[in-house]
Structures are given as structure tokens and as C-alpha cells.
């Protein structure tokens, strides 16, 4: 019997990209089996003291915050994403812009803007209390410093994590469903609430899993509140007490969870397309609403715009000028270099890993290519803490064994080589952030169809050659964005940048923390001010997508 073989559908990928593709999945591994051997060999004392302390304190108070976030980024964010896309109201298509610009503020620059503007010595509370002439004791006002501030400093940057893909889902929905609902005697609520939203269910999870994790990562807002959560007992237990096996356990804790979040981050966007499962696609007609209901939909959408960033960034801006920074000193100059050098140098680290991954899985999607970009994807669901806590671990034994050993055999110090040096911070910073630029060259990735790969090929064209000849120009805004995304994340990331930066190597997170840890605000709003406009960049361009689509 004759055999047909049959032609193989990806081309093997070049031996350098499988070496390539090794050792960054073993990068991106290395701080979490670091972890987990650095808590596993803590000894049961210190995770049996840690019980008694401080551990249920900290589980008990991360998860009331990631239950508080959840509920909040999910009903403002499809509450407003429904109300823009399948509405008529005055102001809608400058609202459906405004509600993503809050993605370009750092939770924790939200958190100066208003301790500034809420505290007890703040502008409010100061105004009432010369209008009514009450004393500090003679009203009641909610503490800004709080579990329940964290929590809506947080909710008001991470709900357009859900707006955005809410809003996917709602523009790909046919209307047949919906109208069918409406001619079986539903009103509109009732129909958005039992066709609506379940079909669009996976994208508002992912969302709302995004914003649980960027929740859990968090640090400098609850630490600028006093909020004990797992990030900061990671921070206090290597920092200020010194015990390296507490922060290694609690790191493992936060560590697990992160990565089932992750799972389940993943899972629900694989099944996200079923929220376009109508063969028979009809546009949604906007609904027009009249009376006392488009004055409410504004309402509802400009809320989370004017306290999310109208009522913020105008505070910073009259802290900026009131304070006795100035930006253009050599001082400042240097934490801006700083910043840039970091974030520059990390964001084309990270694009070239996420084109290398990216690459090899269009040319041979194997197991080696899927499960090195399955670990490479982990990094983002991972604190920044408890990533610096695991390439800190390793590298600070690596550096002293090193240098016990230089001293023993040639009476030579090395010092420490690679911890605290601007490498081993870059690398923490690819970790972190290597799933954001995947995501963003592989979205890319659609517009190259494979008979060009073919067609390049058979004009004698490399693996590499293709890459650069027909990948790259077809790709450029999608690297572009990658770039932006990473370099502005760099720009924002405070706890990795705490633990692992240089010696005297501030930056300017680093600097607005500090300074709003001494209770300085106005000279804290300068270099958060410099980080939200830089913020603004990748929040233009997806402003840009979204107006196109």
C-alpha cells in the first residue's frame, strides 16, 4: 500500500532559539524554586512563630483587599463598559476614552493625591473644620489610611483591567441574543443581566483575576497605609527583622496563590471566545437613553474618571508646584537617568526574550517551545517582592561562596559580584513583565499569515532572515507597544526595585516612596507626577486602539 506523508505544518526552529528559549524558561523558574527551597529549609520554628504572630493577621487582611478589589473593579468596570458600548448618552465618546487613563497611575501615587487632599491635616478636613469651627474630636470623617482606602485606591487603577476586556466582549456580541431577550418581555436591565453578562463571563473573570493580581502584588500602597498584608510582611521580615527564612515562607505563600490565580487567569481567557458563539452576527444599535437615565449613565461613568484621575492628578499638580523640588536638579536628573537607563535596558531585554519564545513557538509548536512560554508567562502573576526575594536568595549565596573561596585560594576579595548589582534588577524586572510583552507580540502576531513564512522561505530566506525581512516591519507598532508597556511598568515597579537596586542607585518610585514615607507629600508628588505622565504613553495608545475599533 502506498504512503502518503503528509506535510508537516511548522518548521523546526533554529537550534539557538531552542538554547535561547531554555534558558530564559530556567530564568524565569529559578526565583520560585529558590523560594520554595529557601522556605522549605527555614526550619518549622520560624513558619510555627510566624503562625502565631502575624500569619492569620496577613492572610486574613489580603484576602478581605483582593475581596474588596474584586467586587469593585467588577461593577464599575462592566457596569461602565456596558453603559459606553450598548448606550447613548451625553459625553459617551469622551468617557469611553477617560475611563482607561486611570491605568497610567501607580495605586500608590493615588495614595499620596489623597492622603494629601483626606487627611487629618489635609485640605479637606482642614476647610471644615475653619468653616464649622469643630474641634479634631467633635465630627467623624473616614480614615483615608485604611484597609478600606487601600482598597479604593486600588479599585480605582485596576477596574480598567475589566472595562477594556468587558467592553471586547460586549462590541463582539451579536444582538440576535439580546434582542430575543428584549422581545420576550425584558426590559434592558434584565436582558444585560441574564444574556449580556454571561456571555461575556470570561473576559470580565480575566479581568477581574488581572486586578486580583496586580492586588496581591502591591506594595507600596499598603505599605503607605499600614496595611499588614503578605507583601509587606515579605518587605518587613527581610528588611527590618532580618529573618530571610520568614520572608522566604511568606514569599512561598503569596507565591502559590499567585500562580493558581494564574491558572485560572489563563483558563478563563481560553474560554473566552464563546462570548462570539452566535453564527448569525447582527451589530448592537446603541440604545438611546432619555430623561433621568442618560443623566444617570453619565453620572456613573464620570465618577470613577474624576476620582480616579481629574481630582488626583490636579491634586499632584498643585503639590508639585507648592513643594520645594526641582526636577531639573542634579539630584533629580540622576533619578530620572536612573529610570530611564532601567527601564530602557529592561524593556528590550524583555522584547527580545518575549520575540525569541514568541518566534520559536510559530516555528515549531512543540512541547519545549509551549512549556517554556507557559513559565515564562508565570512572572506576571508573581509579586515583585517575592521575585527579588528569589534571585536575591541564590546569587547572595553564589557571591559569598565565591568570595570564601577567592579569599582562601588567592587572597582576594570579590565582593559581591552579582547581588545588588543593576543585572540581577533587569532581570527581575524581565520576570515580572515578560507575560505583558508576549501578550502584546503574540496579539501582533495574527497579522503575519503563514504562506508568507512559506513564500519567504522558499525564496532562500532563514529562520532569522524571515524574522527580520517580513516579521519586523509587519510587527512594528505591536513591538512598539510591547516596548511602552514594559518601559512604563519598569518606570512604576517599587518593591523589586527596593530590595534588589544598587547601592545609592535610587529612582524615582524609589524616591517618591521615600519621601512619602516622611510624611513629605508635596515634594513625593514631583516624581509621581514625572512616572504618571510617562504612564500616559502605552494609555494613549490603547486609547487609540479603542477609538479604531
Given at each position: 500500500?502506498?504512503?502518503?506523508?503528509?506535510?508537516?505544518?511548522?518548521?523546526?526552529?533554529?537550534?539557538?532559539?531552542?538554547?535561547?528559549?531554555?534558558?530564559?524558561?530556567?530564568?524565569?523558574?529559578?526565583?520560585?524554586?529558590?523560594?520554595?527551597?529557601?522556605?522549605?529549609?527555614?526550619?518549622?520554628?520560624?513558619?510555627?512563630?510566624?503562625?502565631?504572630?502575624?500569619?492569620?493577621?496577613?492572610?486574613?487582611?489580603?484576602?478581605?483587599?483582593?475581596?474588596?478589589?474584586?467586587?469593585?473593579?467588577?461593577?464599575?468596570?462592566?457596569?461602565?463598559?456596558?453603559?459606553?458600548?450598548?448606550?447613548?448618552?451625553?459625553?459617551?465618546?469622551?468617557?469611553?476614552?477617560?475611563?482607561?487613563?486611570?491605568?497610567?497611575?501607580?495605586?500608590?501615587?493615588?495614595?499620596?493625591?489623597?492622603?494629601?487632599?483626606?487627611?487629618?491635616?489635609?485640605?479637606?478636613?482642614?476647610?471644615?473644620?475653619?468653616?464649622?469651627?469643630?474641634?479634631?474630636?467633635?465630627?467623624?470623617?473616614?480614615?483615608?489610611?485604611?484597609?478600606?482606602?487601600?482598597?479604593?485606591?486600588?479599585?480605582?487603577?485596576?477596574?480598567?483591567?475589566?472595562?477594556?476586556?468587558?467592553?471586547?466582549?460586549?462590541?463582539?456580541?451579536?444582538?440576535?441574543?439580546?434582542?430575543?431577550?428584549?422581545?420576550?418581555?425584558?426590559?434592558?436591565?434584565?436582558?444585560?443581566?441574564?444574556?449580556?453578562?454571561?456571555m461575556a463571563r470570561p473576559a470580565i473573570a480575566s479581568g477581574v483575576l488581572l486586578a486580583v493580581m496586580e492586588t496581591?502584588?502591591?506594595?507600596?500602597?499598603?505599605?503607605?497605609?499600614?496595611?499588614?498584608?503578605?507583601?509587606?510582611?515579605?518587605?518587613?521580615?527581610?528588611?527590618?527583622?532580618?529573618?530571610?527564612?520568614?520572608?522566604?515562607q511568606l514569599a512561598l505563600g503569596i507565591l502559590m496563590v499567585a500562580l493558581v490565580l494564574?491558572?485560572?487567569?489563563?483558563?478563563?481567557?481560553?474560554?473566552?471566545?464563546?462570548?462570539?458563539?452566535?453564527?448569525?452576527?447582527?451589530?448592537?444599535?446603541?440604545?438611546?437613553?432619555?430623561?433621568?437615565?442618560?443623566?444617570?449613565?453619565?453620572?456613573?461613568?464620570?465618577?470613577?474618571?474624576?476620582?480616579?484621575?481629574?481630582?488626583?492628578?490636579?491634586?499632584?499638580?498643585?503639590?508639585?508646584?507648592?513643594?520645594?523640588?526641582?526636577?531639573?536638579?542634579?539630584?533629580?536628573?540622576?533619578?530620572?537617568?536612573?529610570?530611564?537607563?532601567?527601564?530602557?535596558?529592561?524593556?528590550?531585554?524583555?522584547?527580545?526574550?518575549?520575540?525569541?519564545?514568541?518566534?520559536?513557538?510559530?516555528?515549531?509548536?512543540?512541547?519545549?517551545?509551549?512549556?517554556?512560554?507557559?513559565?515564562?508567562?508565570?512572572?506576571?502573576?508573581?509579586?515583585?517582592?517575592?521575585?527579588?526575594?528569589?534571585?536575591?536568595?541564590?546569587?547572595?549565596?553564589?557571591?559569598?561562596?565565591?568570595?570564601?573561596?577567592?579569599?582562601?585560594?588567592?587572597?582576594?576579595?570579590?565582593?559581591?559580584?552579582?547581588?545588588?548589582?543593576?543585572?540581577?534588577?533587569?532581570?527581575?524586572?524581565?520576570?515580572?513583565?515578560?507575560?505583558?510583552?508576549?501578550?502584546?507580540?503574540?496579539?501582533?502576531?495574527?497579522?503575519?499569515?503563514?504562506?508568507?513564512?512559506?513564500?519567504?522561505?522558499?525564496?532562500?530566506?532563514?529562520?532569522?532572515?524571515?524574522?527580520?525581512?517580513?516579521?519586523?516591519?509587519?510587527?512594528?507598532?505591536?513591538?512598539?507597544?510591547?516596548?511602552?508597556?514594559?518601559?512604563?511598568?519598569?518606570?512604576?515597579?517599587?518593591?523589586?526595585?527596593?530590595?534588589?537596586?544598587?547601592?545609592?542607585?535610587?529612582?524615582?518610585?524609589?524616591?517618591?516612596?521615600?519621601?512619602?514615607?516622611?510624611?513629605?507629600?508635596?515634594?513625593?508628588?514631583?516624581?509621581?507626577?514625572?512616572?504618571?505622565?510617562?504612564?500616559?504613553?502605552?494609555?494613549?495608545?490603547?486609547?487609540?486602539?479603542?477609538?479604531?475599533?
Open positions: 500500500m502506498l504512503k502518503l506523508n503528509r506535510p508537516r505544518q511548522t518548521i523546526t526552529g533554529p537550534k539557538s532559539l531552542r538554547r535561547a528559549a531554555v534558558v530564559l524558561a530556567t530564568v524565569c523558574l529559578l526565583p520560585m524554586i529558590a523560594v520554595a527551597l529557601a522556605a522549605l529549609t527555614g526550619g518549622s520554628e520560624t513558619l510555627e512563630h510566624l503562625a502565631d504572630t502575624v500569619l492569620e493577621r496577613y492572610t486574613a487582611t489580603t484576602a478581605l483587599l483582593v475581596l474588596m478589589v474584586s467586587i469593585g473593579t467588577l461593577m464599575i468596570g462592566t457596569g461602565a463598559a456596558w453603559l459606553v458600548t450598548m448606550t447613548e448618552f451625553p459625553g459617551r465618546k469622551l468617557l469611553e476614552i477617560a475611563l482607561v487613563i486611570p491605568l497610567a497611575f501607580p495605586a500608590y501615587v493615588l495614595a499620596y493625591a489623597y492622603t494629601h487632599l483626606l487627611d487629618h491635616p489635609g485640605i479637606v478636613q482642614s476647610t471644615l473644620r475653619d468653616v464649622t469651627g469643630w474641634g479634631a474630636r467633635d465630627y467623624w470623617f473616614p480614615e483615608i489610611r485604611s484597609l478600606g482606602g487601600a482598597a479604593v485606591m486600588l479599585i480605582l487603577v485596576l477596574y480598567p483591567y475589566v472595562y477594556l476586556l468587558a467592553r471586547a466582549a460586549f462590541l463582539q456580541q451579536s444582538a440576535t441574543s439580546f434582542l430575543a431577550a428584549r422581545a420576550l418581555g425584558k426590559k434592558p436591565w434584565q436582558a444585560f443581566l441574564r444574556v449580556s453578562i454571561p496581591i502584588a502591591d506594595f507600596g500602597t499598603v505599605a503607605y497605609f499600614g496595611v499588614q498584608t503578605f507583601a509587606t510582611g515579605i518587605y518587613t521580615s527581610w528588611f527590618s527583622l532580618g529573618d530571610r527564612a520568614g520572608a522566604a494564574a491558572v485560572l487567569e489563563r483558563s478563563s481567557r481560553g474560554r473566552a471566545k464563546y462570548h462570539d458563539s452566535s453564527k448569525r452576527q447582527e451589530p448592537m444599535a446603541a440604545i438611546e437613553l432619555e430623561g433621568w437615565a442618560k443623566w444617570g449613565a453619565m453620572a456613573l461613568c464620570a465618577i470613577p474618571v474624576i476620582f480616579g484621575w481629574v481630582v488626583p492628578g490636579a491634586a499632584l499638580l498643585i503639590m508639585g508646584f507648592g513643594s520645594e523640588q526641582n526636577l531639573f536638579s542634579p539630584r533629580y536628573v540622576s533619578f530620572a537617568l536612573n529610570s530611564i537607563t532601567l527601564a530602557m535596558i529592561a524593556a528590550l531585554v524583555t522584547l527580545a526574550a518575549a520575540v525569541t519564545l514568541g518566534y520559536l513557538q510559530r516555528l515549531d509548536d512543540g512541547l519545549l517551545s509551549r512549556l517554556s512560554t507557559s513559565i515564562a508567562r508565570l512572572g506576571y502573576a508573581v509579586p515583585g517582592g517575592v521575585i527579588a526575594v528569589g534571585l536575591m536568595v541564590p546569587f547572595a549565596n553564589f557571591d559569598n561562596a565565591l568570595d570564601a573561596w577567592m579569599r582562601a585560594t588567592f587572597d582576594i576579595s570579590t565582593g559581591l559580584l552579582i547581588t545588588g548589582s543593576i543585572w540581577l534588577l533587569i532581570a527581575a524586572y524581565m520576570i515580572r513583565f515578560l507575560a505583558a510583552a508576549l501578550g502584546a507580540y503574540e496579539g501582533g502576531q495574527v497579522a503575519v499569515n503563514a504562506n508568507m513564512d512559506m513564500a519567504s522561505r522558499a525564496l532562500g530566506q532563514t529562520a532569522f532572515g524571515t524574522l527580520r525581512r517580513v516579521h519586523f516591519p509587519i510587527l512594528r507598532p505591536s513591538l512598539l507597544t510591547a516596548l511602552l508597556i514594559v518601559f512604563v511598568d519598569v518606570m512604576k515597579e517599587l518593591p523589586a526595585t527596593l530590595i534588589l537596586r544598587p547601592f545609592n542607585y535610587d529612582t524615582l518610585a524609589v524616591q517618591a516612596y521615600r519621601l512619602a514615607s516622611d510624611e513629605r507629600l508635596e515634594g513625593a508628588a514631583v516624581p509621581s507626577l514625572v512616572i504618571v505622565a510617562i504612564g500616559l504613553l502605552p494609555v494613549i495608545l490603547i486609547c487609540r486602539q479603542v477609538r479604531r475599533k
